[in-house]
Structures are given as C-alpha cells and as structure tokens.
C-alpha cells in the first residue's frame, strides 16, 4: 500500500486529471489496510493535488470515508 501512495502522491505532481484519478484508484484498493498515517496521505491530496470537484468527490466519498471517526 505505502508504494501506490507514494506513486499516487508522484502523479499528483503531474496536475493531469487522468493521473489523479490513477492516484485515487490505488488508494481505494486498501481499504481494509488504512491506518491513521493512512489517511494524513490521501487527506493531504486535498491541498497537494486534487484539482477539481470530481476528484474531490470521489476521494471523499470512496476512499476517506472509509476511516472510522475516531481516526
């Protein structure tokens, strides 16, 4: 998992729409791994990468949402 996070965090880098979505793929497949660590990463995407409402949307909806509350 640490991998596709750090691949997702290189393809942030790009600002390409494809590439964030890449980036937000990877971490949906995890979700079962998540930690607290975990969600700093993609949460930091918010201010680092995402560029657009549907990527927010998603990452939102599909991948943080998955933390419990008390993460």
């Not at 965090?9 to 937000?24: H, M, Q, R, T, V």
């Amino acid at each position: 998992m640490d991998g596709f996070l750090s691949l997702g965090e290189l393809l942030l880098e790009s600002g390409k729409y494809e590439e964030a979505s890449f980036s937000i793929h990877f971490a949906k497949q995890f979700g079962e791994q998540y930690t607290g660590e975990t969600f700093q990463r993609p949460g930091g995407w918010l201010s680092s990468g995402i560029r657009n409402w549907g990527h927010t949307d998603v990452l939102c909806s599909e991948v943080l949402s998955r933390f419990s509350p008390t993460v």
